[in-house]
């Protein structure tokens, strides 16, 4: 980039950064604000207990506020919305740039505690909080993940789920609902099937919230299995027959994606103390080779979150399901952190593999919702209103479709490398209009697939949903 160019783009991130410092002002907490309480939480060298144990909305609501403003250069917190019983949808930054998007890094995230019942991400959350901010000036790592990466951190999607769950129940389902009774990793949109689901105010926060913040990465934290899922959880077309005489053995539903998402879920269940051996939480739970599977292989299931971020937004995100139990006793937590640690972390910098960049046009100033395609892989990504993409991918050689309203189709061939992210800036040149109409025709969203006659409404199809609904309240 030139630097008039440079200019343009600093002077159109300083008016962006405006406009989303007054739109954001009133949902976000500042950190100035003195944290009612907060000193349950600080002990005498100043800085942040937290014990293993569980906290109320209330304790985490206290501890978030105590480390905004013990930790003001490296945390932000605010709140995406409010739960249908009114408490507050809390995430907290963990950056160094806390309050304001790093142009050209990447945005990644972690959600728990969206089945209310399921709650040890929700704990570890808090802990890598705590982690990521005590570690900063002393480990080197956590350093460059936190100068790189800003890290939005949703301890709890559904609150009020947690509210009504009980500490040592493994399996039930009490809780794992929002107030209104919906399944919030269900009542998403779906590719593959109409979701006819009423929309509950958690899943709307999060789709405005995703839909705002280009997130490269995310990890959802569930329980009641060990394993790390990966796109897609529905599929194409089911056959009611298959669900009711093979409902273990589900068909994968393959992803244009697949070997990155193996490669992330290999990445977590690795790391992990435990995960990649595979083993079966009780007789009768089925067994993952090396700690990970795909979604719909596994059960599949319609308006989940996951296909959903990927699909709609370009975010890579996986389930991760990280205790047997849903609700463990206390005393089990620290064990759980030692044992998902560094998993947590070496997920998150997988963000900083592949390639990225930044589309412009002629004059350098950026090309905002220009789609972005791998040759080969069926899925579009966007730009942000900065001009930047991001693609995570394996080593190798690929070619880059670039195109956008009104300009000429750009094709780049370039490879990747393990050791370090490809960066890739591509000009746009405006395209040439025959009598006046459109050179070419933009690319969209993928053809849907063929439609598939679904299966007539009866014995069948009941039973099958039956099926599936039993088999996804026994896992995660
Ligand atoms: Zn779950």
């Known amino acids: 980039m030139g630097w008039k160019a440079v200019f343009r783009v600093l002077v159109l991130i300083a008016i962006i950064e405006v406009t989303i410092a007054q739109q954001a002002s009133q949902t976000t907490y500042l950190a100035g604000e003195e944290p009612s309480n907060s000193s349950v939480f600080e002990s005498r060298e100043g800085g942040l207990e937290l014990d293993f144990s569980y906290h109320d909305h209330d304790q985490l609501t206290r501890y978030l506020r105590a480390v905004s403003a013990r930790y003001p250069s490296l945390t932000a917190l605010y709140s995406i919305g409010k739960s249908v019983q009114g408490r507050d949808l809390w995430v907290m930054v963990v950056s160094a740039s806390p309050y304001e998007h790093m142009i050209g890094k990447p945005d990644v995230k972690y959600v728990a505690n969206i089945h209310g019942n399921e709650v040890v991400g929700r704990e570890l959350l808090l802990h890598l909080i705590q982690y990521l901010v005590t570690s900063y000036e002393s480990d080197a790592y956590i350093k460059w993940l936190l100068d790189n990466t800003r890290i939005h951190l949703m301890p709890s999607m559904n609150p009020d789920g947690f509210s009504i769950s009980n500490e040592g129940q493994c399996s039930t389902v009490h809780g794992r609902h929002n107030a209104r009774r919906y399944d919030l990793n269900r009542n998403f949109p779906d590719f593959f099937k109409a979701n006819t689901k009423q929309a509950q105010p958690e899943t709307e926060a999060v789709k405005e919230w995703i839909s705002k913040i280009q997130f490269v990465l995310s990890g959802s934290?569930?329980?009641?299995?060990?394993?790390?899922s990966y796109p897609f959880d529905n599929t194409p077309s089911s056959n009611p027959l298959n669900a009711v005489f093979q409902s273990y053995a589900h068909s994968p539903s393959v992803s244009p994606d697949d070997d990155v998402f193996r490669h992330l879920a290999m990445v977590y269940s690795n790391n992990h103390a435990k995960m990649s051996k595979g083993v079966s939480c009780q007789s009768g739970s089925p067994r993952f080779e090396k700690g990970i599977t795909n979604g719909a292989a596994w059960y599949p299931l319609t308006g989940g979150m996951q296909d959903y971020n990927y699909l709609w937004h370009g975010c890579m995100e996986i389930t991760l399901e990280i205790s047997c139990c849903k609700y463990p006793p206390a005393r089990e937590l620290a064990k759980y952190w030692q044992d998902n640690r560094q998993s947590l972390v070496k997920y998150l910098a997988e963000a900083h593999r592949g390639a990225h960049g930044f589309v412009m046009d002629d004059n350098g100033s950026p090309i905002e919702r220009a789609s972005i395609r791998i040759?080969?892989?069926?899925?579009?990504?966007?730009?942000?209103?900065?001009?930047?993409?991001?693609?995570?991918l394996l080593p190798g050689t690929y070619k880059l479709e670039v195109n956008a309203e009104?300009?000429?189709?750009?094709?780049?061939?370039?490879?990747?490398i393990e050791s370090h992210p490809t960066l890739l800036n591509v000009t746009l040149h405006t395209a040439k209009r025959i009598d006046g109409g459109p050179y070419y025709r933009p690319v969209g969203l993928p053809p849907r697939p063929a439609p598939v006659t679904p299966p007539s409404p009866g014995l069948f199809s009941t039973f099958t949903n039956s099926i599936n609904n039993f088999m996804s309240s026994i896992f995660g």
Do not use: C, N
């Open 221 to 228: 934290l569930h329980g009641g299995a060990l394993v790390a």
């Open 375 to 392: 040759k080969g892989r069926e899925v579009t990504y966007h730009t942000t209103k900065y001009g930047e993409f991001w693609r995570i």
């Open 406 to 416: 009104g300009y000429l189709p750009q094709e780049v061939e370039f490879f990747v």
